[in-house]
């Protein structure tokens, strides 16, 4: 499972929807598109309309890697854990379509996508990290 991120900028919209949130943490909701056995989620804060970012599953990629994660925040909304909520929040989704293996890459400058993930990878302890 890699966890890549992005430095783009992702526009805030607001959106009414007439559905409830596929996940929720009470702060984030976060709406998923499923492609086939990847998915693509908008990532918005709770009950506000507000999207503030997205996180992608990409399912058995290659031979090298199992499953790919992108996530990125808005930078106005960046600084407040939203990336490690929202793997938090799909991580049981991964977990239902059996990736055991994970791959975890990020820009070595990347700083705050390396905090996330050094925390994130604390939580998922069952997975093997290669």
């Not at 900028?9 to 009414?16: P, W």
């Not at 976060?30 to 709770?46: A, K, M, Q, T, V």
């Not at 009950?47 to 992608?56: M, R, W, Y």
């Amino acid at each position: 499972f890699r966890i890549q991120t992005s430095i783009s900028s992702v526009e805030s919209n607001l959106r009414v929807y007439e559905s409830k949130p596929d996940v929720t943490d009470g702060e984030l909701d976060i709406y998923i598109n499923e492609e086939g056995e990847s998915f693509r989620g908008s990532i918005y804060l709770h009950d506000t309309g507000i999207e503030i970012g997205t996180i992608d599953y990409r399912h058995k990629c290659t031979s090298e890697w199992l499953a790919d994660v992108g996530y990125t925040i808005d930078p106005s909304y960046r600084g407040n854990n939203y990336a490690y909520k929202a793997l938090k929040l799909i991580e049981p989704l991964i977990a239902k379509k059996g990736v055991d293996i994970i791959t975890i890459t990020v820009q070595d400058k990347n700083i705050a996508s390396i905090k996330t993930i050094e925390k994130f990878v604390s939580l998922v302890e069952v997975w093997k990290i290669i």
